[in-house]
């Protein structure tokens, strides 16, 4: 990354990493419908709810079994939404928006994807360490979404502002670790975590590690130090990452399903 970013290259290496993203989708999601180890893995999503005992008279926790949640198809589809990200911005209408975005120290298309993607991981995480409760679920979604979403925030009102306003990243931060207890109480609630098999603790390691530098290459962005005085720089590095974490993550996970 040391010659010159201009919006001419960030457009075939978006299209470059669409295709990779692609690729590897496709394989694992080849692999889900065609290895039975792989399409029988399924975990199971859970209701609970309150109902009175008539017998005990006093109101008791039910749990109700939703539906059976296809890991291995998910993990790919991790993967694809990535890439259908990248062909949007490759396209003529998002390469418009995305040049004129970069320009002022935006790239929109970058949260709302990690806003979806990044919070299916963390869900399929918890799912690896127990978190069955659909509510939960449901919460832990949002929550991440929404963490994404106040990195959107950071570079839309710091377009306009000579110094930088750290509110929407220490909100953002705020959020994205609400998730990370929620899983640190079901690691250590179990009373022997030497039982939970290494591929969960090396799924959640990386992506623990991965969830720090994206962070580190905003106040990089922010604090324009050395090549990150080009936005395009930090851009670039989003992306590597982006590539880079993902398919660490979905492949750790897909080694685990693998398992005995």
Known sequence: MSKKITNTSLKKFNTFMGFLHLIQGALMLWFALNIDKISSFK???????????????????????????????????????????????????????????????????RWYEYAVSSSLMI?????????????????????????NLFGLVMEEINQYKEKTDWKPFIFGTIAGLAPWVVVILYAFGNSSPS???????????????????????????????????????????YIVLSLVAKSVLAWIAFAGVMQP
Do not use: C
């Open 43 to 109: 975990v199971p999503i859970r209701s609970y709810f309150l109902t009175f005992d008539t017998t005990q008279m006093r109101l008791v926790t039910e749990t109700k079994e939703l539906f059976d949640f296809p890991f291995g198809i998910v993990v790919s589809m991790f993967l694809f939404i990535s890439a259908i990200a990248h062909f949007i911005i490759v396209s003529p209408w998002g390469n418009k928006i995305y040049n004129k975005d970069l320009e002022k120290g935006i790239n929109r298309f």
């Open 123 to 147: 869900v399929l995480i918890s799912l690896l360490f127990g978190v069955y409760d659909i509510g939960s679920l449901i919460l832990i979604f949002v929550v991440n979404a929404v963490m």
């Open 195 to 237: 039982e939970v098999p290494w591929f969960v603790y090396a799924l959640a390691g990386s992506y623990f590690v991965f969830f720090n530098l994206f962070p580190v290459n905003m106040i990089l962005q922010y604090k324009k130090v050395g090549k990150w005085k080009d936005y395009r720089y930090g851009e670039k590095a």
